[in-house]
Nanobody, 122 residues
């Protein structure tokens, strides 16, 4: 069972930056799609970004502000978040699975982390 551990969340002012990290327990994750979803209280889980092979995917709400990347040697995927906005405040989850082409469908991912909280103050 692949385990995913997120880190890097915190409190930041609007316009600031954070970098989230997701480290997997197994190297097999390098063959998976790895991505991020977020969920605010009372709202559905929303797709944020994913990386698979050499391709990256982003939701329209974060395109141009967030960058997803992976370091396979470290079994780690990063989410660099710039120009953060209060509406980015959410619990961010790392996910992994063999999901192509449904990279933005939360139900397709088999492996989920516990989440890391990101709070952006205005």
């Amino acid at each position: 069972q692949v385990q995913l551990a997120e880190s890097g969340g915190g409190l930041v002012q609007a316009g600031g930056s954070l970098r989230l990290s997701c480290t997997a327990s197994e190297q097999t994750v390098s063959g998976y799609t790895v991505g991020w979803f977020r969920q605010a209280p009372g709202r559905e889980r929303d797709f944020v970004a994913a990386v698979t092979g050499g391709k990256t995917y982003y939701s329209d709400s974060v395109k141009g502000r967030f960058t997803i990347s992976r370091a396979n040697a470290r079994n780690t995927v990063y989410l660099q978040m710039n120009n953060l906005k209060p509406q980015d405040t959410s619990l961010y989850y790392c996910v992994a699975g063999s999901v192509e082409p449904y990279v933005d469908d939360a139900d397709e991912y088999d492996h989920w982390g516990q989440g890391t909280q990101v709070t952006v103050s205005s």
